[in-house]
């Protein structure tokens, strides 16, 4: 098992050195990915865990007209239905009932929660974009590899052109093999986002019934 480990990581050195000095962009790229793809999977994975039970949690609590106990579990809670539901909860606290205000105070929380939950997603764009296109760069630069071979040697053989055509081969297979993966997992981030989006417009809704309650009560 440990020789065929060895043997494993034997090959890929060997496929990353003939795949020449585009490797290393390819590389950089797929770290890049990596590290946005951990960051994104344990914040988006944390933030849905959470909301689902908070929205149903909060919700009960405002129907037993425990406003500061709703506030307290939205303070321990992290994510950004929470914060919604804080900005607009507090401002409900404070007296303040104004809808306009409440709408904006919600309406910019969001805004900076949606900016948080999109960080990080126009990396895995550009790198999904870039990889196959620096393979395809790759491609091209062990094509003109293998006809200058031709060229120098005024003759086609195979041994001539089999450098160059491997480096074009590994390079594209580099780029599609990091483009194809962190592809899928930037529309999975997308799907995920769009349903704390929802979330999100639920948790504002709450806060929207809960002035609407507490001023028609003040009006009777």
């Known amino acids: 098992m ?11 050195l060997n496929m990353f050195h003939d795949g020449g000095a ?8 797929s770290l890049f990915a990596l590290g946005v793809v951990i960051a994104k999977m344990y914040a988006l994975v944390s933030a849905r865990r959470a909301s689902k039970g908070l929205l ?13 106990e ?8 992290p994510g950004p239905v929470a914060a919604i539901l804080l ?3 507090r401002r409900v606290q404070d007296d303040d009932l104004s809808s306009n205000d409440v709408e904006k105070a919600v309406k910019t929380t ?6 948080f939950l999109e960080r990080g997603l126009p990396i895995l764009a550009t790198v999904s974009n870039v990889a196959p296109l620096l393979g395809f760069l790759g491609t091209v630069a062990g094509m003109i590899q293998a006809f200058d071979a031709i060229a120098r040697a005024g003759q086609v053989e195979a041994s001539l052109v089999a450098g160059g055509i491997k480096v074009a081969l590994i390079t594209t297979a580099a780029g599609l093999i990091i483009a194809v993966p962190v592809n899928i997992l930037y ?20 806060v929207s019934n809960l002035i ?9």
């Open 2 to 12: 440990d020789n065929q480990g060895a043997e494993i990581r034997f090959t890929l």
């Open 22 to 29: 585009f490797m290393y962009p390819l590389v950089l790229c």
């Open 56 to 68: 149903r949690e909060v919700e009960g609590l405002l129907q037993a007209n425990k406003l500061t």
């Open 70 to 77: 709703a506030i307290r579990r939205c303070e321990e809670t």
């Open 87 to 89: 900005s607009g909860l």
């Open 110 to 115: 969001g805004t900076i929660e949606l900016g």
């Open 187 to 206: 529309n999975y981030f997308v799907t995920r986002i769009d349903k704390l989006i929802v979330d999100m417009e639920e948790g504002a809704g709450q």
């Open 212 to 220: 609407w309650d507490l001023t028609a009560a003040r009006s009777k």
